[in-house]
């Protein structure tokens, strides 16, 4: 995980049951980039951010935060 | 749907490319060590290496600023060039300029023992600056892949 911020992507996906692929294709992105976040490998552009907030019906924070402490 | 392909054709080339890229670059290292074990001494045949070699620099430093994949549509090459495989380049470039600096380095020492040309110096600092930023591009594209 990148440090200083964490993501709730892979269980807001799982909660929508929504696979990697689909979720790729709902933000126009690879389903490599959204591997990539999940696993806190890249830190998104606020542009795709927001694609992936859009993608699943929530705001960009509640997708990203950073972490406390 | 037109779409939901051209996401399938990019997951699929994109897997493909990151599976290459380690082969090229492999082939491409392994014609230099032909061409140093055996200098060029001015013959027909060493314009052809040495024209070879340009030919497949030009090709493999294109491919890799602009992503490859000329002949496909524009939404599946845009896909291919998304913001991580951006993300992915710019550190493979950054690889690649370390890497030409600190053999630039090294040949800088050499030379003081070794005569080295100039066309020998060039030949040398390409090939390792785009080698290793192939290398490094691949080794991102791979984990972003596998990680899943």
Redesign the interface.
């Known amino acids: 995980m990148a440090e200083g911020l964490s993501n709730r992507l892979h269980a807001l996906r799982a909660e929508r049951g929504l696979t990697q692929a689909v979720l790729a294709e709902m933000a126009g992105v690879t389903r490599k980039t959204i591997n990539t976040v999940e696993n806190g490998v890249f830190i998104p552009s606020t542009f795709l951010a927001l694609k992936l907030a859009r993608a699943l019906g929530v705001s960009v924070e509640e997708i990203f935060m950073l972490d406390e402490g | 749907m037109n779409?939901?392909s051209d996401?399938e054709i990019?997951?699929r080339l994109?897997r493909r490319r990151a599976r290459m890229l380690p082969v090229l670059t492999i082939f491409f290292v392994m014609q230099q060590a032909a061409y140093f074990s055996q200098p060029d001494t001015g013959r027909p045949v060493d314009h052809v290496r040495v024209s070879a070699w340009i030919a497949m620099s030009v090709v493999l430093l294109v491919g890799l600023i602009s992503g490859g994949f000329w002949f496909r549509r524009a939404t599946v090459r845009a896909?291919?060039d998304?913001?991580?495989?951006r993300?992915h380049r710019a550190r493979a470039m950054e690889t690649g300029f370390i890497a030409a600096m600190v053999a630039a380095i090294a040949l800088y020492f050499v030379t003081l023992f070794e005569p080295v040309s100039g066309r020998e110096a060039i030949h040398l600092l390409l090939s390792v600056g785009i080698a290793c930023a192939l290398l490094r591009f691949a080794m991102l594209?791979r984990?972003?892949?596998r990680?899943?």
């Open positions: 779409d939901k996401f990019a997951e994109s896909l291919l998304d913001e991580v495989t993300a594209e984990r972003a892949h990680d899943g």
